[in-house]
């Protein structure tokens, strides 16, 4: 051991203690940073992805709205995809097009032309609820009116509890006040 102290100094020791020790601080930092970026990976990659699917889903499905558009002679220059709903409209002829998420093959054409009046038809629980105060919407819908002779000619559900595809019934309130204004533009002018 003294010869070993002969043949380097005291700072030469220092120095490849210190060297040593970094070499270590590095290696394990960069089992961290992999650790790391591993444990990011495994929770991001499968977010970007369900976005990503839901991105191309939506994107078929407005197509599917477009082209059946076309072929009917409308151009529409509003629409909404919802989780349950795909609606279209043309403000230049007067046309509605309805149609069910989960069927994206079959679409109601409803001409606004024959429609008197358009209203926002909810239903709630008689029970309030204890932290908001409101009563729980159970049923959100915008009903198409003829009035001569009065009959109500299609109703657009937004929301129903029963149903599993809509996620909160505020936001689907809001959604049937902005699409029966646009209704009701295109029934007055």
Known sequence: MLLYAEKFSISEIYQHKKIQFILKFKKMEFKSVAIGVVLILMFIVPILFM???????????????????TQNQMTLDHFELSNSLLLGLDSSSKKLIVGEAQNAKEFDVIDLSKIDVSSISKKSHADKNKQTGKEPLIRVCLELIKNHPKQKVTEIVFYDEDDETNMDADVQLVLAKKWDELIRMNLSA
């Open 51 to 69: 976005i990503y699917r839901q991105s191309t889903k939506d994107k078929r499905r407005l197509k599917k709205l477009k082209d059946f558009g």
